[in-house]
């Protein structure tokens, strides 16, 4: 019988005796689908004020448009100089271009590779497991294209619906109105779930895309009908996946609050900058094994779920309760 409890030992069962997916679990959290984007629209305004946080996001919204200007223009003003700065320049360009492409694809990759070792581990179990990183990227590079696709859906449209949410926020600045309050209120209510249900359902349309070798269409098809039937337990776990994230953050500033920053303080006090260099490197590799870790958790729970939804009928928690009570 499908429980909460036992599919979050067994995700970090997976998380913890394999720990070279966390290569993977490094980088697949830079995608829009292998993060936490739901977590981030449903709980991410809890500790801060909410209109001010949508004012900030439409301000990065704007600000990545005027990015993107000075950028064309600063290309064009380029040619106005001698040949060799023309070429140093476009030099340092491609090198960082390449460089984002690389990892674009490594994150990407990673995500893909993670979905497909989690179900190979779930399905031979206690078996040996001839897995590698490289054997994994392979797979993951396979699935690229479509995953990529995905990833940029999630994105475009998250983003988008955040502008539309927006937009009355903007009016409200130049004329005010008790209208554009209500309309705004009206907007977010609607874009929430429409924002979250996307995320969840992109998950699944992934996991039939690397598991079933679905079509880029297909598997979108697929997911929003899984996710349509199983919206509530999709619900729940996204609830709990959250809280163990919360935790785990939590206990994570306490960890670097108590034992590093006090080190931090101690190098900065007395000039010893040896000291505040080790702090921050110990710092950044203590973030990054956790965020590694914490990523891989998470995938290999959604790629359960799927696997459990997929396969059998499950009930959400609550259903559960009120059937109980009848």
């Known amino acids: 019988m499908f429980s909460y409890r036992s599919l979050l030992k067994q995700s970090l069962n997976i998380a913890w005796k394999h720990k070279y997916l966390w290569f993977f679990g490094l980088f697949a959290s830079l995608t829009a689908a292998g993060g936490s984007w739901e977590y981030h629209l449903l709980f991410g305004n809890l500790n801060r004020n909410l209109v001010n946080n949508l004012y900030s996001r439409l301000g990065d919204i704007l600000a ?7 950028l064309w223009q600063g290309i064009i003003s380029l040619f106005q100089y001698d040949f060799w700065t023309i070429l140093n320049v476009l030099s340092v360009l491609i090198v960082t271009a ?36 490289r054997d994994g990227l392979t797979v993951g590079h396979r699935h690229f294209w479509p995953v990529l696709c995905l990833n940029i859906l999630t994105k475009a449209i998250i983003v988008g619906l955040l502008f539309i949410v927006c937009l009355p ?32 359902m992109v998950k699944y349309a992934i996991a039939y895309q690397v598991l079933d070798d679905y079509s880029f269409v297909a598997s979108l098809e697929k997911g929003w009908k899984l996710f349509k039937k199983h919206w509530l337990v999709s619900l729940e776990t996204a609830v709990i996946l959250f ?15 108590v034992f590093l920053l006090p080190l931090l303080l101690l190098g900065i006090l007395f000039e010893l900058g040896g000291l505040v260099i080790l702090t921050m490197f110990l710092a ?13 958790f998470q995938i290999s729970a959604w790629t359960g ?15 559960r309760l009120f059937r109980r009570r009848q």
């Open 169 to 200: 926020l903007l009016l409200m600045v130049i004329q005010g109105g008790t209208i554009l309050t209500i309309v705004y209120i009206v907007l977010f209510v609607i874009f929430v779930p429409l924002a979250a249900g996307l995320s969840l």
């Open 305 to 319: 779920l799927f696997l459990q939804l997929s396969e059998t009928n499950v009930l959400a928690k609550l259903e």
């Open 284 to 296: 950044i590799v203590l973030i990054i094994f956790i965020g590694s870790f914490l990523t891989t």
């Open 243 to 257: 809280l163990v994230n919360f935790l785990v953050g939590l206990a994570l500033l306490l960890l670097i609050g």
């Open 98 to 133: 390449v460089l984002i492409l690389f990892i674009v694809w490594l994150a990407v990759s990673s995500q893909a590779s993670l979905v497909d070792s989690v179900k190979k581990i779930l399905n031979l179990k206690k078996k040996i497991l001839p897995l590698s990183v």
């Open 64 to 70: 990545f448009g005027d990015f993107l200007k000075n």
